[in-house]
């Protein structure tokens, strides 16, 4: 008679709760959702009357991580051991650095989304300021100046940075001329912006004559910024390329340009993209050179090589120094331009993104 041995029996483990002597996964989360919570009751309450912009954003994430950490250890320390307890606090320690790290950029997201909310609606983006003395009005002419111009740098920027790179890594090892172009770079990555600008003022006041403003040289001062960014984030990138991939297509007889086109930038292609994210969003807020190189005007102006245009950084320059009557208008346009700012280079990045998602090389298992 054969007896057919029966599986062992699988046993299901319990439930983590506060008694097994481990906390569940929810509770660090849900701990620090009330600690943020009761952080911002307090502070909302000590703002009570005044405006939401001076709603302390900041001490309400330091207060509420040190609220965590409190509870944390403690009920870790009840509920599991001491030692799980001085781990967890460990870990909260760590999150709490990363947080006051993150305080000047929410801090400031905090207070610019604020602000800029009072005058965001539909006229902001639908009117220049044409005629507009007072209350009213928009920035229609400052948005597209400010996405005409970038666009322009980044059409000059990015093909010169990128073939410099591809120079620097692929022909220029060990090459004189390649030691030369880098030390260059490195220098120019650190000008200051108005030296662009004025560079840029100075060669049309010689070629075409003092005081010319336009567009296109608003271009040519932000492309002077953006092209030593593009190189060394490209190069960078090229670099850390396996040399493997190389190898394998010269091998198949490929020639060397036919390597970096197909394979090479492919391979690449993500963190370039990135790169040249990197420079736009380095530039499009420039405000020094687009005051010198492209000045501001208050009707709508599409033409890159006539005539002044407006900018969103030179608007909400304008709009905050120079108030008229009433003040609290001017400060509101120029507080809506800042957010609109943002935006677009948030737009942007998600954007680029997806464009490195769509053409980086898919990777195929057997």
């Known amino acids: 008679m054969t007896t057919i041995a029966t599986p062992p029996a699988t046993t299901v483990a319990p439930p983590r709760s506060l008694t097994a002597g481990h906390l569940p996964t929810w509770t660090p989360w849900a701990l620090l959702a009330g600690s943020f919570a009761v952080s911002a009751v307090v502070f909302a309450l000590l703002n009570i009357g005044g405006d939401p912009a001076d709603f302390n ?16 250890f403690v009920i870790s320390s009840v509920a599991e051991s001491r030692r799980h307890a001085t781990d967890r606090l460990m870990t909260a320690l760590v999150s709490t650095a990363f947080v006051i790290a993150l305080l000047p950029l929410v801090s400031l997201l905090f207070t610019v989304v604020v602000n800029g909310l009072a005058r965001f609606d ?17 920035a229609v002419h400052a948005i597209y100046g400010t996405l005409l111009i970038t666009l322009g740098a980044t059409i000059i920027s990015v093909p010169i940075g990128l073939m410099t790179s591809i120079y620097l890594v692929e022909y220029g090892q060990g090459k004189k001329l390649a030691r030369g172009i880098t030390f260059l770079v490195d220098v120019m990555t650190g000008i200051p912006s108005i030296v662009a600008g004025l560079f840029i003022y100075s060669v049309f006041a010689i070629i075409v004559g003092p005081g010319t403003r336009m567009g296109i040289m608003g271009s040519l001062a932000l492309s002077v910024l953006m092209i030593p960014v593009v190189v060394r984030g490209s190069e960078e990138l090229l670099r850390i390329v396996p040399n493997e991939l190389r190898e394998a297509a010269y091998a198949l007889g ?41 000045g501001m005007v208050q009707g709508m102006n599409l033409n890159m090589f006539g005539g002044q245009m407006a900018t969103l950084p030179v ?8 108030p008229g009557l009433p003040p609290e208008a001017f400060i509101e346009r120029a507080w809506a331009s800042a957010l609109t700012l943002i935006l677009i280079v948030m737009v942007l990045n998600l954007v680029a993104r997806l464009i490195a998602k769509i053409f980086a090389p898919k990777m195929t298992g057997r």
Do not use: C, D, H
């Open 57 to 72: 954003i900041a001490m309400t994430l330091v207060v509420g991580m040190v609220i965590y950490m409190a509870l944390i």
């Open 122 to 138: 539909g006229e902001f983006f639908s009117f220049s300021m044409r005629n507009i003395v007072g209350e009213g009005g928009g």
């Open 254 to 294: 490929v020639p060397k340009w036919l390597t970096i086109v197909k394979v090479v930038l492919p391979t690449a292609i993500a963190g370039i993209t990135t790169s040249v994210m990197l420079a736009v969003a380095r530039v499009i807020g420039e405000t020094a050179p687009l005051l010198l190189t492209v």
């Open 315 to 322: 608007f909400s320059y304008m709009q905050a120094k120079y």
